[in-house]
């Protein structure tokens, strides 16, 4: 059984450096039907209120929007060769506002946590004002963390979400 954090903090430091080490994450969700569909993408996170908040900037592509409209809980999974993993259990909702934009396209330009980020201007050339630039706000529930054989992890949970 994983040891449960009464906070955030506890597990924030081998969140970061995992997520930092790792970068890449795989974003499952589920079809009208319950079937999953998994995608390999990089968000980026931020730690808000001793919890943490993760943003994707992505295109809004007909199946995730779909998806994400039938039932907005997500799943992102990262995981090294050496056994260390994070799994973050979210809801995603679609944000439109430029000033969000702006702080996301930031976020990523400063790589947060360490080494998960890039530049967006790679992807979208217009900046952050780009009108195929799309973010999902990630708002987790549940974040696990893994490392190496120790399968059982420590797990927080937000504040009334258990």
Do not use: C
Not at 89 to 118: C, F, I, M, N, Q
Request: aromatic share 12%; net charge positive; no cysteine.
């Amino acid at each position: 059984m994983a040891a449960h954090a009464t906070s955030f903090t506890q597990i924030k430091s081998q969140f970061e450096t995992y997520i930092g080490d790792i970068v890449y994450a795989t974003m499952t969700t589920v079809d009208t039907k319950g079937r999953p569909r998994a995608r390999v993408l990089i968000p980026v996170w931020e730690t808000l209120d001793d919890g943490p908040l993760g943003w994707l900037a992505t295109y809004r592509t007909p199946v995730k929007a779909a998806h994400l409209a039938g039932n907005p809980h997500t799943t992102f999974s990262y995981w090294t060769p050496r056994q260390n993993a994070v799994s973050i259990d979210a809801v995603a909702t679609w944000v439109d506002d430029l000033e969000a934009k702006r702080h996301v396209w930031e976020l990523y330009r400063r790589t947060s946590p360490k080494g998960a980020g890039y530049d967006l201007g790679a992807f979208w050339r217009g900046g952050p004002g780009d009108p195929k630039l799309h973010l999902l706000r990630l708002e987790p529930w549940r974040v696990q963390v893994i490392r190496g054989t120790d399968l059982r992890g420590r797990i927080w949970y937000a504040p009334g979400k258990r």
